[in-house]
């Protein structure tokens, strides 16, 4: 099957929702063309290349969409690395234009399950979001989160987070260097009953976090998702690669 043609959308606003992240809204009338319940799946930024004929694609999950306005919500992790999605997300002003391609089917928490261990940084948030909307509301086991300020906790919304899943913080101001989120999941008393594992954060972290789950007992076969969403000082094309290698 072929892939949709991305479609052009327009930036609508431009908000800085913590310290740390950036929530870019953008419209247009492809949305009409984006299936039910969209929010969590990933869609495709697309920035042309001078002088390449393919152009540069950035993946991002949508944290929130609005059929009758058409709109979407991106949200971005400010980075100082000069990335094609970091520059155009800190300056991309109502009115400019970007195409878009997708979306893509999105990795859910599975349900139902005895407990949850939902896990990630900052570039999961959106789909952390999502996950918790999922969740009984006597869901139980722990959501890990790290984030790179204390005022980043803003960036989760006004979330409803079921009573029993404990809550643990992370503040790490070097993400992917300081091995702090890995290191917090090995720390966690394993529950009885059968888990459901939600994981994504940068690479190295995952692999340490998913060797650890391993040594646990065995999980029910559909029952554990660990995703890399980025990789420490590598480009998102380099990330892939070392991705499809290693998980």
Not at 95 to 102: A, S, V, Y
Not at 195 to 223: C, D, F, M, N, Y
Not at 224 to 235: K, R, V
Request: glycine content about 6%.
């Amino acid at each position: 099957m072929a892939k949709p043609t991305p479609l052009q959308f327009s930036v609508k606003s431009n908000l800085l929702i913590s310290p740390n992240m950036r929530r870019i809204t953008v419209y247009g009338e492809g949305i009409a063309q984006y299936p039910e319940n969209a929010a969590g799946n990933y869609i495709k930024l697309v920035f042309p290349q001078e002088d390449e004929q393919k152009p540069c694609l950035r993946t991002y999950t949508i944290s929130q969409i609005d059929y009758e306005q058409c709109t979407m919500e991106l949200d971005f992790v400010i980075h100082t690395d000069g990335g094609p999605a970091s520059v155009w997300a800190d300056s991309a002003r109502p009115g400019d234009t970007i195409q878009i391609g997708g979306p893509g089917p999105g990795k859910p928490i599975s349900l139902p399950a005895d407990w949850f261990l939902i896990a990630g940084d900052m570039t999961a948030m959106p789909a952390i979001r999502n996950n918790l909307k999922q969740l009984p509301e006597d869901a139980r086991g722990y959501l890990v989160l790290e984030i790179i300020s204390e005022e980043d906790k803003a960036a989760l919304d006004a979330i409803t987070i079921p009573a029993a899943l404990e809550v643990i913080w992370i503040i790490n101001p070097e993400p992917g260097d300081l091995k702090k989120f890995s290191d917090a999941i090995l720390q966690l008393p394993w529950l009885a009953g059968q888990p459901s594992v939600w994981i994504a954060a940068e690479l190295e972290e995952v692999l340490k976090a998913r060797s650890h789950i391993k040594t646990q007992p065995p999980i029910e076969k559909g029952k554990m998702y660990i995703s890399s969403y980025w990789q420490h000082g590598m480009t998102e094309d380099r990330h892939k690669v070392a991705k499809k290698e290693q998980l």
